[in-house]
C-alpha cells in the first residue's frame, strides 16, 4: 500500500525543515514546498528568499525528500497585499500575517498540493489541530511562547481537515535539538520576524512607497497642537516612538517640562474627518484603554459563533443567559484577557473585558479561546 502524500510549506527555517523530518520519519511520503509570494525589490537586505530556498534545498537533500518551488506572488499582491494597503488607507493597522495564512498557506498552497495528489498539507506552525463531535478544533500548541493560533484564526474546517501540525506538542528547543541531531544545516537559523513573506525592513520606509502623504495636525484630547504628523496611515494606536513631536524651540522646551517626569507621549487616536491625530501623555492615561470593544468581518474555526449561534443572539444582544467566559487577545504577544459576549450577530461581535485592555487597536484581530481551543475572532472597528 502507498504511503499517504504530505506536502510540506518549507519556508527555509528550522520549524518547517522539522515538520518535515519527522513526517518522514513517520512513513509520510513527503514533498518540500517552497513559495516564493513578494517580487518587489526582492534582495539579500530585507526579503531572504534565494538564501531561503537555498536552505530549503540544502534541508530536502538531507532528509531525503523531493522540493518544488511555486511563485503565489501575483495571489499575495491580489488577495493580502492590496487589503493590506486598504486597511491602512482607512487608518486602520492590520495585520498582515492572518490574512496570509487564510488565503495563501491554507488555500493558494493547500489548493496546490491537492494537485499534486497529497491528501494533506502540514506546516511547521506551533498550533494543534482536533477532531471532536465529527469536526475540527484549532488549538494551542505545547509551548505557549512560541503559540500561532492566534494568526491561525481564520482557518475553516474544510482547511483543519486536511492540515497537520507536526509541531504541535514540541517545545522550540526541543525542535532545534532534533534539527541538530539530523544534522539539518539551519538547526540554529535566526527565526523571521518580518511581515509575512515580505521580510524585515524600515517600515514607515516601506509605507512610503504605497500609500500617499496626507500631513495633518498632532493634537491632544485638550486640543493643544503639538506638531505636525506625516500622514495617518503611518501611526498606530499605543505608540511611543517615531510620533515626530517638534516644532519651535518654544514647544520643544514646554513639551521637555512637561515630559521631566518621565511622562513620554502615546498615539491615543486618529481624527479621520479632521486628518488629526490624538497624543496623550503617560502609559496609563485613560484614552489609551478600553473595557470593550466592537469587531466585524468575524470568522469562527467551528462554522459560527462559540455557545449559541451569531442568529441567536442577533436581536438587540443576548436574550438567553450570558455566554461563558472567554479569553481574548487583541494582540499577538498578550495574555488571555478575560471577556464576555455581550452582543453577535452574523456581521459583528461585541465583547465586555473584565478589566480595561490597553491600547486595542482598530485592523488588528480580537482572537477568542476557550481553554486550549481558539474559537475564532474579527477586526476590531
Known amino acids: 500500500m502507498a504511503a499517504e502524500r504530505i506536502v510540506v510549506g518549507m519556508s527555509g527555517g528550522v520549524d518547517s525543515a522539522v515538520a518535515a523530518l519527522l513526517l ?122 512560541k503559540d500561532q493560533s492566534y494568526f491561525l484564526h481564520r482557518l475553516n474546517q474544510a482547511q483543519l481537515s486536511r492540515v497537520l501540525f507536526p509541531l504541535a506538542d514540541l517545545q522550540k528547543t526541543a525542535v532545534r535539538q532534533l534539527a541538530e541531531q539530523a544534522g539539518l544545516p539551519n538547526f540554529a537559523k535566526k527565526d523571521s520576524t518580518g511581515i509575512c513573506f515580505i521580510g524585515e525592513r524600515p517600515f514607515r520606509e516601506f509605507l512610503n512607497r504605497y500609500l500617499p502623504h496626507t500631513p495633518g495636525l498632532i493634537r491632544t484630547p485638550e486640543g493643544r497642537v503639538l506638531g505636525e504628523h506625516v500622514g495617518l496611515a503611518f501611526y498606530t494606536i499605543g505608540q511611543r516612538k517615531g510620533i515626530g513631536i517638534g516644532g519651535t524651540r518654544a514647544l520643544a522646551a514646554e513639551q521637555e517640562t512637561q515630559s521631566s517626569a518621565g511622562q513620554p507621549w502615546f498615539v491615543a487616536g486618529k ?65 488571555d484577557a478575560g471577556c464576555q459576549i455581550v452582543h453577535c450577530d452574523a456581521q459583528s461581535l461585541q465583547l465586555q473585558f473584565d478589566t480595561p485592555q490597553w491600547a486595542v487597536t482598530p485592523g488588528q484581530s480580537v482572537v477568542l479561546y476557550q481553554g486550549e481551543v481558539c474559537l475564532g475572532g474579527g477586526i476590531i472597528q
Open 24 to 145: 518522514k520519519r513517520a512513513g509520510f511520503e513527503v514533498i518540500g514546498l517552497f513559495m516564493k509570494n513578494w517580487e518587489d525589490d526582492d534582495d539579500d537586505e530585507y526579503c531572504s528568499t534565494r538564501q531561503d530556498l537555498i536552505d530549503c534545498a540544502a534541508v530536502a537533500d538531507v532528509i531525503g525528500v523531493e522540493l518544488e518551488a511555486v511563485n503565489f506572488a501575483a495571489e499575495y499582491k491580489e488577495r493580502v497585499f492590496a487589503e493590506f494597503l486598504r486597511e491602512y488607507s482607512a487608518g486602520r493597522t492590520p495585520n498582515p500575517d492572518v490574512l496570509c495564512n487564510a488565503e495563501i498557506k491554507f488555500r493558494a498552497f493547500l489548493d496546490h498540493a491537492m494537485q499534486l495528489g497529497a491528501t494533506r498539507i502540514a506546516t511547521g506552525h506551533y498550533a494543534g489541530v482536533r477532531q471532536r463531535d465529527g469536526g475540527y478544533e484549532l488549538l494551542r500548541a505545547a509551548d505557549r511562547s
Open 271 to 335: 481624527d479621520m474627518a479632521r486628518n488629526e491625530l490624538l497624543v496623550v501623555q503617560g502609559h496609563d492615561h485613560p484614552l489609551l484603554s478600553r473595557s470593550s470593544l466592537h469587531a466585524a468581518d468575524l470568522s469562527w474555526v467551528a462554522g459560527q459563533a462559540p455557545g449559541l449561534s451569531c442568529d441567536g443572539l442577533s436581536s438587540g444582544g443576548l436574550s438567553s443567559p450570558r455566554l461563558p467566559p472567554y479569553g481574548a487577545k487583541t494582540r499577538y504577544r498578550q495574555a
